[in-house]
């Protein structure tokens, strides 16, 4: 029998705003410890430099954590011209140096129409990507630098939202990208093609998937209500299960089908969409997390139509009681 996890039995999403200089493990550690859940994850690595919306998935919920794994993001950056760093960050050495004091708005947002929509970029060394099972940052702070191959990300919008000419530049710029985009290789790209070169000194990401800063709490606020025992007020602060999952179409059941899904049987289903993955939703009381879903209705899990037009459970919350 495996061993019990210590720890409450929370279910939901934290909007966390991640502060500047923790790693996103670091604060996935502290949001667990704050409401002493039995199980956490986050959606997806900021830098330790990188502010902003950070959701941290608690008990059930870590189930449905690769659906915002997979999601756009949004950010906004500072981007420095005239310098090129180690790091592609203001946490690295400068290895090169322009002066950028000829450059000017209307250059940059010229050039920035060459990475919008679909392009090919290279990760940069200082990432968490895997060369023969060590990430690339490693073998980065020991000089060692490898040849890497470029991926396809997306970018859907570049916005320029403000300019500071100097000999140093700095354009503040808005990002809506698709999973796996890297900002500093973006800054340094289009430093690049400035011809001055470019790092990122600042970030802050605004949205991951469906989940906007408005939604955020900063660690003085949920350390606050943890200092009081206040676990009520704190688990009123989370999100539901389902919270990432809107862009899955849903189906709800009957009592009897809903527990031969929860069975792990598929069943028959008519008026749904005929392939994809469902959002599935059963009568309340089919399970004991308390995820009830407006009026009447329990979310359930996540399954897959079939060819046969049938539905298969392929996710499912855990009966907690």
Not at 55 to 83: H, M, N
Not at 297 to 304: A, D, H, N, V
């Amino acid at each position: 029998m495996g061993r019990r996890r210590k720890g409450r039995a929370v279910n939901g999403i934290l909007i966390l705003d991640k502060p500047l200089e923790r790693s996103s493990n670091s604060a996935l550690t502290v949001c667990r410890a704050i409401y002493k859940a039995a199980k956490a994850g986050h959606t997806g690595a900021l830098d330790p430099l990188a502010t902003g919306v950070l959701p941290i998935c608690l008990g059930e919920a870590t189930k449905f954590s690769q659906y915002l794994l997979d999601a756009d993001k949004v950010y906004r950056s500072t981007f420095v011209f005239g310098e090129c760093r180690s790091t592609g960050d203001a946490e690295g050495e400068v290895v090169a140096e322009a002066d950028a004091s000829g450059l000017t708005a209307e250059d940059v947002t010229r050039a920035m129409v060459a990475f919008q929509g679909d392009i090919l970029q290279v990760p940069p060394m200082y990432s968490a990507l895997k060369r023969d099972g060590k990430p690339l940052y490693e073998l980065a702070r020991k000089g060692i630098e490898v040849e890497r191959e470029a991926r396809p990300v997306t970018i859907s919008h570049f916005e320029l939202e403000s300019f500071v000419p100097g000999p140093r530049a700095e354009a503040t710029v808005r990002v809506h990208c698709s999973k796996g985009t890297y900002i500093r290789s973006l800054a340094e790209d289009l430093g690049a093609a400035l011809g001055v070169g470019g790092y990122v000194g600042g970030l802050r990401r605004l949205q991951a998937g469906p989940f906007v800063e408005e939604q955020s709490y900063g660690f003085d606020e949920l350390q606050a209500l943890r200092d009081k025992e206040a676990f009520d007020e704190l688990d009123a602060l989370l999100l539901p299960v389902d919270a990432a999952l809107d862009h899955i179409p849903e189906k709800t059941f009957g009592e009897v089908s809903a527990h031969f899904l929860l069975q792990g049987q598929a069943v028959q289903i008519s008026q749904a969409p005929t392939e994809g993955l469902l959002r599935l939703y059963g009568p309340v009381g089919m399970l004991s997390t308390g995820e009830t879903v407006g009026t009447g209705r329990e979310f359930l899990g996540i399954g897959e139509i079939l060819d046969d037009g049938r539905v298969t459970p392929r996710r499912l919350l855990a009966n907690m009681g």
